[in-house]
């Protein structure tokens, strides 16, 4: 959903279960900053206040007034925008037809596709907040290790700015080897990543790769976040689609990717965007 105010918004009500990313951009704003989040169930009241000055949402600057605010959620419920304001653009979507899979059927669908591996855990391991409800992500975080992260012919620079450098992905370092392989002949340049792949899978699940490649589409898309954006496309070029074996050793984790890949270009289609614009 998508929602353009100039007056205040108090929030959003009856959020479903799964994966849900809530971002703000003022209006008059250069940045945009944002809130990954799971729920597991109904009932959990998240507050956060704008803080127009630093354009960032963040925790109330009064404990007891979000105290008041969650002790009186019954007042506060009648005004909160439904998360079904927009239901209705389904029908836009399943008028796309039987040709496309069922995932691209309807926005709830499409973002299932998008989202599928994004969980606690996953948003824990990248941003390295623990124990919290919400994680914060923002237009300019990047990698920890962004100094180096741009290639020789990038036209990206990241500032390796303590405060931004607290992203962690799964392939970083991975990525900075196969430059090299832009520089060599075709056969060297189409060399099978499924071994880098299937090393990692020694110490983690199949899950964080699919996690790592949503997350930075979705961040870098929604954020214009330009450390997210050229982290997925690396992963993209550089891994995921040079994986060319991990169809025989890992067919789900491969599926899964592909999948993913697919619904995040479909996300672009006009047909698509349209019922969907952001979440």
Same mark, same amino acid.
């Given at each position: 959903?998508?929602?353009?105010?100039?007056?205040?918004?108090?929030?959003?009500?009856?959020?479903?279960?799964?994966?849900?990313?809530?971002?703000?951009?003022?209006?008059?704003?250069?940045?945009?900053?944002?809130?990954?989040?799971?729920?597991?169930?109904?009932?959990? @009241? /998240? %507050?956060?206040?704008?803080?127009?000055?630093? #354009?960032? $949402?963040?925790?109330?600057?009064?404990? &007891?007034?979000?105290?008041?605010?969650?002790?009186?959620?019954?007042?506060?419920?009648?005004?909160?925008?439904?998360?079904?304001?927009?239901?209705?653009?389904?029908?836009?979507?399943?008028?796309?037809?039987?040709?496309?899979?069922?995932?691209?059927?309807?926005?709830?669908?499409?973002?299932?596709?998008?989202?599928?591996?994004?969980?606690?855990?996953?948003? @824990? /391991? %990248?941003?390295?907040?623990?124990?919290?409800? #919400?994680? $914060?992500?923002?237009?300019?975080?990047? &990698?920890?290790?962004?100094?180096?992260?741009?290639?020789?012919?990038?036209?990206?620079?990241?500032?390796?700015?303590?405060?931004?450098?607290?992203?962690?992905?799964?392939?970083?370092?991975?990525?900075?080897?196969?430059?090299?392989?832009?520089?060599?002949?075709?056969?060297?340049?189409?060399?099978?990543?499924?071994a880098r792949v299937l090393a990692l899978l020694t110490t983690t699940a199949d899950q964080a790769?699919?996690?790592?490649?949503?997350f930075t589409f979705l961040t870098g898309t929604h954020l214009g976040n330009p450390a997210?954006?050229?982290?997925?496309?690396?992963?993209?070029?550089?891994?995921?689609?040079?994986?060319?074996?991990?169809?025989?050793?890992?067919?789900?984790?491969?599926?899964?990717?592909?999948?993913?890949?697919?619904?995040?270009?479909?996300?672009?289609?006009?047909?698509?965007?349209?019922?969907?614009?952001?979440?």
């Open positions: 959903m998508a929602v353009t105010t100039s007056r205040s918004l108090l929030g959003f009500r009856d959020i479903p279960p799964g994966a849900h990313f809530l971002w703000v951009q003022q209006l008059s704003g250069v940045s945009r900053c944002g809130y990954w989040f799971v729920t597991t169930r109904q009932g959990t @009241a /998240r %507050i956060k206040q704008w803080d127009g000055y630093n #354009e960032v $949402l963040g925790k109330p600057g009064s404990p &007891p007034r979000a105290r008041n605010q969650e002790d009186n959620i019954e007042a506060v419920y009648p005004v909160l925008q439904p998360y079904t304001l927009y239901t209705h653009k389904d029908n836009a979507a399943k008028s796309l037809g039987g040709t496309h899979p069922a995932w691209a059927r309807s926005p709830a669908s499409l973002w299932q596709a998008l989202t599928s591996a994004i969980s606690t855990e996953s948003l @824990a /391991r %990248i941003t390295g907040e623990q124990d919290v409800q #919400e994680y $914060l992500v923002d237009s300019m975080d990047c &990698p920890k290790d962004a100094r180096h992260s741009a290639s020789p012919t990038s036209t990206t620079k990241f500032d390796a700015d303590p405060i931004n450098n607290k992203l962690t992905f799964l392939f970083s370092q991975d990525m900075r080897d196969l430059q090299i392989l832009d520089l060599q002949p075709s056969s060297a340049r189409n060399a099978d990543t499924s790769i699919l996690a790592d490649l949503q997210c954006l050229e982290q997925w496309w690396n992963l993209v070029l550089k891994i995921v689609l040079r994986a060319y074996t991990l169809a025989l050793t890992r067919p789900q984790l491969a599926r899964d990717l592909l999948r993913t890949l697919h619904a995040q270009l479909f996300n672009f289609l006009p047909s698509a965007t349209s019922s969907n614009n952001t979440k």
